[in-house]
C-alpha cells in the first residue's frame, strides 16, 4: 500500500521559513517524478515545483528564488524548502508522486502565513 505522508507545515509569520517533507513508502521512491502542490481557500489545486527522478527541478513563477525542492532517494522523501513566504502562501501544501498513469497524493500539511 503505498503511503505519502506530508510534514512539517504550521504557522509562520510573513517573511519566514518552513521545511515541508513528504515521505513514501511503498514506492519504488527513484523511479517516480515528485512534485508539491498546494490548494488554498476556494482556489484550485496549483503546481509549486517538481523534481524528476534525475533530480532536474521546476517551479512555479510565483516561488522561483525563494522555494527550493528536494529530494533523498536513501530515505524516500521529498524536501519543500520555502523562505520569504508571503501570505499568499497559505494553503495546503499535498505532495504527489507520478510515473507514467501511476500517480499518488499525500492527505497534505497546513501552512498559514500570518503576523
Known amino acids: 500500500q503505498v503511503q505519502l505522508v506530508e510534514s512539517g507545515g504550521g504557522l509562520v509569520q510573513p517573511g519566514g521559513s518552513l521545511r515541508l517533507s513528504c515521505e513514501d513508502s511503498?514506492?519504488?521512491?527513484?523511479?517516480?517524478?515528485m512534485s508539491w502542490y498546494r490548494q488554498a481557500p476556494g482556489k484550485e489545486r496549483e503546481l509549486v515545483a517538481t523534481?524528476?527522478?534525475?533530480?532536474?527541478?521546476n517551479y512555479d513563477d510565483s516561488v522561483k528564488g525563494r522555494f527550493t525542492i528536494s529530494r533523498d532517494n536513501t530515505k524516500n522523501t521529498v524536501y519543500l524548502q520555502m523562505n520569504s513566504l508571503e501570505p499568499e502562501g497559505t494553503a495546503m501544501y499535498y505532495c504527489?508522486?507520478?510515473?507514467?498513469?501511476?500517480?499518488?497524493w499525500g492527505q497534505g500539511t497546513q501552512v498559514t502565513v500570518s503576523s
Open positions: 504527489n508522486a507520478r510515473r507514467g498513469s501511476r500517480n499518488f
Open positions: 511503498g514506492l519504488t521512491f527513484s523511479a517516480y517524478g
Open positions: 523534481i524528476s527522478m534525475t533530480g532536474s527541478t
